[in-house]
């Protein structure tokens, strides 16, 4: 299985950062709990940043 260095929760769509006065809180909206930046779950959408640093690295790999 080919592993991918940016698939965790803080490079997702649905990742959620709130400041809060105890800290900070992690949210995931499509899972509804909190999660941790560097969780990882299968239901991951990167963010368009991140599809673009993906194919970029992809594309020197075929060079």
Not at 25 to 46: I, Q
Request: charged content about 30%; hydrophobic content about 20%.
């Amino acid at each position: 299985m080919k592993t991918n260095k940016y698939h965790c929760c803080a490079t997702c769509v649905n990742f959620k950062p709130l400041k809060t006065e105890q800290g900070m809180y992690y949210y995931c909206s499509r899972l509804g709990y909190e999660t941790k930046p560097d969780y990882t779950f299968n239901c991951w959408e990167p963010k368009p940043h991140i599809v673009e640093l993906m194919k970029k690295e992809e594309n020197k790999k075929t060079d």
